[in-house]
């Protein structure tokens, strides 16, 4: 079964900087473009980024470009999310989810559970 | 950017009924070279991550029940609960992947009345 499993959110002050980590298993995850969406609670989706399969090609919403960097960890199976100068905008829920092999831009077939990121002070 | 507007908001029918979603996006998502409708349709359930249930606007995920189905092209696409059923209580969300930055409507709460 097809598991994705985020980690690393939490409480942060505005200004300050976290790393989301994203475990993957049973895919061959080093050929897929892989994504991060958030979620503010009882509110909508949002894509935030992707990252192309061997981590040379990223992109990101508006929103979040220049204070979030995409990569991947082949060899870990591993996706990561580093936020930084972070805002209380920022809050929500951040899932990672799998692209569709052969399109930058897909459906997501698979979502992790999600991990809570509240920016407060 | 694409918007990708729903309607409606929120629909509250009873069991058994037709539900009808409607998703239209600000431009079209069909791409001409492969014929096909970068539109997919998501379910939440309270506490869940978004499950797919359609793509390429009318693709049936594996495993999903076949009173769900997608129709549409273009610019204009519904989502259709045949018969609807108590465990389909959730937000429907549809979704462009025809450019980036990808873009989701804003949802349709089903209720049960």
């Known amino acids: 079964e097809v598991q994705l499993v985020e980690s690393g959110g939490g409480l942060v002050q505005p200004g300050g900087s976290l790393r989301l980590s994203c475990a993957t298993s049973e895919f061959t995850f080093s050929s897929l473009w892989m994504h991060w969406v958030r979620q503010v609670p009882g509110k909508g989706l949002m894509w935030v980024s992707r990252i192309n399969s061997d981590g040379t090609s990223t992109a990101y919403a508006d929103s979040v470009k220049g204070r979030f960097t995409i990569s991947k960890d082949n060899a870990k199976n591993t996706l990561y999310l580093q936020m930084n100068s972070l805002r209380a905008e920022d809050t929500a829920v951040y899932y990672c989810?799998?692209?569709?092999?052969?399109?930058?831009?897909?459906?997501?077939?698979?979502w992790g559970q999600g991990t809570l990121v509240t920016v407060s002070s | 950017d694409i918007v990708v507007t729903q309607s409606p908001d929120s629909l509250a029918l009873s069991l058994g009924e037709r539900a009808t979603i409607n998703c239209k996006s600000s431009q079209s998502v069909l791409y001409s070279s492969n014929n096909k409708d970068y539109l997919a349709w998501y379910q939440q359930k309270p506490g869940q991550p978004p499950r797919l249930l359609i793509y390429?606007?009318?693709t049936r995920e594996s495993g999903v029940p076949d009173r769900f189905s997608g129709s549409g092209s273009g610019t204009d696409f519904t989502l259709t609960i045949s018969s609807l059923q108590a465990e389909d209580v959730a937000v429907y969300y549809c979704?462009?992947?025809?450019?980036?930055?990808?873009?989701f409507g804003q949802g349709t709460r089903l209720e049960i009345k």
């Open positions: 390429w606007a009318s």
């Open positions: 979704q462009q992947y025809y450019s980036t930055p990808i873009t």
């Open positions: 989810s799998r692209g569709t092999p052969g399109y930058s831009n897909s459906y997501f077939d698979s």
